[in-house]
């Protein structure tokens, strides 16, 4: 396991990231040649309160199984890593899991997730399955997977490293990468561009609030949509108009 100190987000940054949309923030990211930040094949199991999940990445690594070594007895171990990563995750991060895109098995279970929302964990994100996904989707919990699956982890999947290099969804997450997800899914943002993508993004939305009320209005997108000069001066004054 790759120990380090807890990412540091701003509670400025985070409450900004917390009210944009990720469909903005893939922009925002294309914008600096990023396009493969969108974590695919997964989607939102709860529905908890308080906005976007966000949260620097805590990940956890799986290799195939080999039948040897994943016996259920392997849990009597408290340093197994799927246990131990349930244990280590930092407060306000969010545990990623990479399992390969693995459908048939889960990746965890309610009492795994129960343990991280105690701890003050941000959130779960697995590019598998989960079991008890019932009950897991009713928690006021940020849950972000491949659906539902109940057998265990153990049958093809061998927890192996914590908190290194992943991939999950087809996308790379580093240690510290911000997560956000919203009723869509899922994006990664690079660290360091974390504080001026939430920053651009909110600025982005608000010009976006204003041609979508000028497109309701009955404009056309010609100007409009990307704004021209015209426009960017009629938004300026709408947005002192309104404190923005």
Known sequence: ??????????DAARELLRHVSVATLCTQLFKRGFRNVY???IGRLTKPSGGNLVGPAFTMRNIPAREDLDQISAFDDP??????????????????IDCRGEKRVASGGQILTT?????GAAGLVSDGPVRDSGPISQMDFPVYCAGGSAPLNLIHHHAIDLNVP???????????????GDDEGVVVIPQHL???????????????????ERIEGGAKLAGTYPPNADTKAAFEVWRKARGI
Do not use: W
Request: hydrophobic share 35%.
């Open 115 to 119: 343990r991280l929302k105690v701890r």
């Open 1 to 10: 396991m790759t120990t380090q100190p807890p990412v540091s987000l701003s």
């Open 39 to 41: 974590l695919q094949g």
């Open 194 to 212: 974390a504080e001026e993508v939430a920053r651009d993004a909110t600025e982005q939305e608000k010009m976006e609030a204003f041609v979508l």
């Open 166 to 180: 992943i991939g999950c969804g087809g996308v790379p997450v580093y240690p510290g990468d911000v997560i956000v």
């Open 79 to 96: 340093n197994h890593p799927q246990r131990k990563g349930i244990e280590s995750v930092p407060e306000g991060h969010v545990l990623v």
